[in-house]
């Protein structure tokens, strides 16, 4: 019988698996697995070391080469190493494969967000959502994970109970995956009338990648107290407030992080908070600008709210943390005008880049908060006067 059970605990020390394949460079993966590592991190494990192969195709038994497995599994030997963690997903034959290899417990990059969500899950909407996605991700690798149906051959005679179990099991997740199908569609019915029910209210959503600064940003704007901590998905629970701004109201939400390789199980699971960003009228796209990849990550939300239909809105990027930008990118020591000139090249790139739809805050030191207020309130009220130009009580 299948049973779901914790796929990180706390404390376990990791090891992070990346394969470097035709398209992408070493320093690209090494990317990859930093986030891995922080993904790792937010779980409960520590990542102690990482292993990278170049491959043109990775291998269909164990996804990386015979060599570069036994040169884990030399590491591992003799080590407390609790977990072995792969970046991207594997079969359930892989990880059957790689554990009867290593003798250590083998995951990837989805099994792991999957755990980070099933733990930050607070609300029923959430918690089916993710329960869906953790289905829908064991389904197809049932068969790898039976270990004992390796000695099964083909032919008359030959069909044993370990098929007859794994048989049991597909019908049991089926019929989960429908009755979760139809629990989240009664959910999403409710979230519907919800929206339907807040009126004629603009509605602004915060977007962007995981950790950025979203809900400490929803609390600064909305004076609310929802959960924000320095780890990936603080947030999955879509959370809407409304706002006033001098006398003109509007509703603001903040949704669940984006991220590089999310699950298309998650993808599919969380449609209910994607279309909270599907139906707002104008769109908050939050950047960590300390991070050293923000440039990549503004790419990966550009992408997924173009796949989303959604990029044609109003968009108001808010380039966050800019306290962070200046300790880790502009020397203390050079002269005040030259540090003047580095910012205002930076703004000046990303007004061009933007068409001047940008702001440069820092939510935590409380910087350029009216520049914000002042950006989001003339793009409501612009809203307002196009959709009901004759009410005038909104502006």
Known sequence: MIEKKQVVRQNEKAVLVGVVKKEET???VEEYLD??????DTAGAQAVKRFTQKLAHPDSRTYVGKGKLEEIRNYVQGKAIDLIIF??????????NIEKELKVKT?????????????????AQAKVQVELAQYQYLLPRLKGMW?????????????????????????????KIALLRKRLSEIDKQATTQRKERGELIRVALVGYTNVGKSTIMNLLSKSEVFAENKLFATLDTTTRKVV????????????????KLPHHLVESFKSTLDEVREADILLHVVDISHPQYEDQLGVVNKTLQELKVFEKPILTVFNKMDLYQERNIDEWLPQEVKEDVLRELRERWERGTEGNCVFVSAKERENVEGLREGILN????????RYPYKTGFY
């Open 379 to 386: 793009r409501v009220k612009d809203l307002y006067r196009i």
């Open 26 to 28: 070493y320093e690209e």
């Open 245 to 260: 701004f001098e006398t003109t109201p509007f509703l603001l939400s903040d949704t669940v992080g984006f991220i590089r």
């Open 147 to 175: 270990k004992h149906l390796e000695r099964q051959g083909g032919g008359i005679g030959t069909r044993g109970p370990g098929e007859t179990e794994i048989e049991t099991d597909r019908r049991i997740v089926k019929d």
């Open 87 to 96: 970046d991207d997903e594997l079969t359930g034959s892989q990880i059957t």
């Open 107 to 123: 995951i990837d990059r989805s099994d792991l967000i999957l755990d980070i969500f099933a733990r930050r899950a607070r609300t």
């Open 35 to 40: 986030e891995l590592a922080f993904l790792a």
